[in-house]
T-cell receptor
């Protein structure tokens, strides 16, 4: 069935370092890959997304890469700041919405 | 524009009871998806409604059901509650299939 594996489950970095979170999806028909940030007690917020016709997308300190052959996509955060501390979820979808299959989440801690 | 609104925010029920949760999407959005979030299982897709029709369904038992009204507001119902149904229930809306999902703050259900 549909499945998204996310690693690592926890990640601790020093302020200013980079952070990388990786996800692998099982359904080759998946064509939309959003990333959500969820702070403690808050709702998930979309931070970046990528569609299958694009290999890389960047928005300021955040970038996402997609390797369709390997069914693998990654989130890259550069120059991390304490306010980046949160749980990050990757997700995959067929036809860009409706039903999102989420990874298990990565708890990112950025230490000042 | 108002965001996705979920009511109530908190609920306490006992085993065997039933519960109804409500979700009002962003104005103009026609798709509403529901997710269950637990520490152990993460974010799991329940179902999606579009124009009053269930368009996608996850792997949850028949005790979980939903509906959507003509104004796009959606409700989900859980009958014969079990302890394991304790979770944060999130809904998300999007203009149509193929667009970003925006999440509500969720309803936290505790089953005693």
């Amino acid at each position: 069935g549909e499945n998204v594996e996310q690693h690592p489950s926890t990640l601790s970095v020093q302020e200013g370092d980079s952070a990388v979170i990786k996800c692998t999806y099982s359904d080759s028909a998946s064509n939309y890959f959003p990333w959500y940030k969820q702070e403690l007690g808050k709702r998930p917020q979309l931070i970046i997304d990528i569609r299958s016709n694009v290999g890389e997308k960047k928005d300021q300190r955040i970038a996402v890469t997609l390797n369709k052959t390997a069914k693998h996509f990654s989130l890259h955060i550069t120059e991390t700041q304490p306010e980046d501390s949160a749980v990050y979820f990757c997700a995959a979808s067929i036809n860009q919405g409706g039903k999102l299959i989420f990874g298990q989440g990565t708890e990112l801690s950025v230490k000042p | 524009k108002a965001g996705v609104t979920q009511t109530p925010r908190y609920l306490i029920k006992t085993r065997g009871q039933q519960v109804t949760l409500s979700c009002s999407p962003i104005s103009g959005h026609r798709s509403v998806s529901w997710y269950q979030q637990t520490p152990g299982q993460g974010l799991q897709f329940l179902f999606e409604y579009f124009s009053e029709t269930q368009r996608n369904k996850g792997n949850f038992p028949g005790r979980f059901s939903g509906r959507q009204f003509s104004n796009s507001r959606s409700e989900m119902n859980v009958s014969t509650l079990e302890l394991g149904d304790s979770a944060l229930y999130l809904c998300a809306s999007s203009p149509s299939k193929g667009n970003i999902q925006y999440f509500g703050a969720g309803t936290r259900l505790s089953v005693l």
